[in-house]
């Protein structure tokens, strides 16, 4: 069946890049997503990308979609404090969204 | 204001007891969704539903019960309370491109 898989942790020096990774299986999704969730917070969406694009950006966000090996980044610059938290990745499938199970983002001074 | 609200945000309740998480929408969107979220297992589905009177099991939706007796609302009601049901609910709902979540529910089940 459908399956989101993803590291359940990273570690980032503050100002360097992050990039979270992410393999899905269902070569029909339409849409795949990146969520983030502060403690205590529900999730946010931070961006998508249509099945047909390659690559989005926007601001310190760079997602990128490789369709041939299901494989979805998101690359975080200059990473700060405040990015410190889960990211779940999520695939659309049906009318259904299906999600990983996050990666925590850890940020070093 | 427009959004997802749910409500209440901290429930604690015993073994046992019946208990009723309330998930209201502002946008008219069809599709709503209740996921649990635990450690280790990220996100969940619970039920969701495509629209009025349409509901359907998602993952794990034993022990739950919906309804969608208007588009806007969405409850989830625990029928008989467990332990392994101590979790955080989100309830969701998905326009053509985009899954919203409401601010979600902490249940604590003594």
């Known amino acids: 069946g459908e399956d989101v898989e993803q590291s359940l942790f990273l570690s980032v020096r503050e100002g360097d890049s992050s990039v979270i990774n992410c393999t899905y299986t269902?070569?029909?999704?339409?849409?795949l997503y990146w969520y983030k969730q502060e403690p205590g917070a529900g999730l946010q969406l931070l961006t998508y990308?249509?099945?047909?694009?390659d690559m989005k950006q926007d601001q310190r966000l760079t997602v990128l979609l490789n369709k041939k090996d299901k494989h979805l980044s998101l690359r975080i610059a200059d990473t700060q404090t405040g990015d410190s938290a889960i990211y779940f990745c999520a695939e659309r499938w049906s009318d259904k969204i299906i999600f990983g199970k996050g990666t925590r983002l850890h940020i070093l001074p | 204001d427009a959004g997802i609200t749910q409500s209440p945000r901290y429930k604690i309740t015993e073994t046992g007891r019946q208990v009723t998480l309330m998930c209201h929408q502002t946008?008219?969107?069809?599709?709503m969704f209740w996921y649990r979220q635990d450690l280790g297992h990220g996100l969940r589905l619970i039920y969701y539903s495509a629209a009025a009177d349409i509901t359907d099991k998602g993952e794990v939706p034993d022990g739950y019960v919906v309804s969608r007796s208007k588009t806007e609302n969405f409850p989830l009601t625990l029928e008989s309370a467990t332990r392994s049901q101590t979790s955080v609910y989100f309830c969701?709902?998905?326009?053509?491109?985009?899954?919203?979540f409401g601010p979600g529910t902490r249940l604590t089940v003594l």
């Open positions: 990308i249509f099945s047909n694009m």
């Open positions: 269902d070569s029909s999704s339409t849409y």
């Open positions: 946008w008219s969107h069809s599709y």
């Open positions: 969701a709902s998905t326009d053509q491109d985009t899954q919203y």
